[in-house]
């Protein structure tokens, strides 16, 4: 017990002594772990929207006004049988321009116009859902190879593009954030290197004295050990209490952007807080770990 107390106590004495360097020191593993945090923060909300993308993606078959039901259902069952398929939704003339009257509904002019008109300008409609985006290719050929004569027009839009767009900026975004990290782990690795150096100078006499008192090497560096594992305990403490406002502010622009989306960024973090906060306090732990110890196996001689 008194080992650990006089540990701790020279530990603690080194960071009020040198508390501008001890500042600085927090600073750096601030601004990675919020480089890094930023990073998850991105690859999420990229994830999330290849999602809500992906969700989106369907293929229409419009039908002729004049299509009986009997006719629509045979031709629904016969796109339903086929494989890769999901499902398949009947969008009756009905529905289609009640969704249209709910769209436009706080645009009088389009519902004036479609009341002016007096009749439904809608057509019935099939949604076909792929079971897999990737295989949306394979369900459009196959698609094109239907001739039935109460098919109008047909609607493949593609999203191949924009999901496109949006893993390369995500990927583009990944490799510059990685890059960032990496540089401040390296300046991290040489702040707490040079934080230890200054701390071994200033106790230089003390380690003199337990050197001839026979002071064994390991008790030596485990006072610089504890005060890397406070300098990361601090900068995660600090990070949390910085991060999670900040998700606070962010989470309504993404509700606005994804809106009918259940994507709740902060809840995420809430909800893996254990996983995520644990392993950068212990990478940051490690980092600290490391640098102190090369400095005390070069400054201290141990």
């Known amino acids: 017990m008194l080992f650990l107390y006089r540990i ?12 501008w360097l001890t500042i600085a020191t927090v600073m750096i593993l601030l601004l990675a772990l919020f480089s890094i945090n930023t990073l998850i923060t991105v690859r999420l909300i ?11 993606i369907d ?9 009986t039901e009997n006719q629509i259902m045979d031709l629904k069952t016969q796109i339903a049988d086929q494989p890769n398929i999901n499902k398949v939704i009947y969008i009756s003339k009905q529905s289609a321009i ?3 009257r709910v769209k436009y509904e706080n645009n009088p002019e389009v519902l004036a116009a479609l009341q002016e008109l007096g009749r439904n300008p809608l057509s019935p409609s099939l949604t076909i859902i792929p079971q897999n985006f ?3 290719n394979l369900v459009i050929n196959r698609l094109k190879t239907i001739d039935n004569p109460i098919i109008e027009s047909r609607d493949f839009s593609d999203n191949t593009a924009i999901l496109a767009k949006i893993n390369n900026i995500t990927s583009r975004i990944n490799e510059v954030g990685l890059f960032i990290i990496s540089i401040f782990i390296l300046i991290s690795l040489l702040v707490v290197y040079n934080a230890i ?4 100078y200033t106790h230089r006499q003390e380690i003199e004295i337990m050197r001839l008192v026979g002071a064994s090497g390991s008790f030596i560096y485990m006072p610089y050990l504890c ?3 406070v300098y990361a305990l601090l900068s995660v403490l600090i990070i949390i209490s910085v991060f999670y406002p900040f998700l606070t502010l962010l989470q309504p622009y993404l509700e606005a952007f994804f809106m009918g989306y259940n994507i709740n960024i902060l809840s995420y973090f809430v909800d893996n807080f254990i996983l995520i906060f ?19 196996c070069k400054y201290a001689r141990i």
């Open 8 to 19: 701790i106590k020279f530990s603690f004495q080194d960071i009020v002594r040198n508390v």
């Open 46 to 56: 990229s994830d999330n929207a290849v999602t809500a993308i992906k969700e989106k």
């Open 59 to 67: 293929i229409s078959l419009y039908l002729k006004a004049d299509a």
């Open 98 to 100: 009640d969704a249209f």
């Open 134 to 136: 990737d295989e949306s």
């Open 197 to 200: 150096r200054v701390a071994i």
């Open 227 to 229: 005060s890397a594992v």
């Open 278 to 296: 644990g392993v950068q306090f212990l990478v940051v732990v490690i980092i600290n770990a490391l640098a102190s110890l090369l400095a005390v």
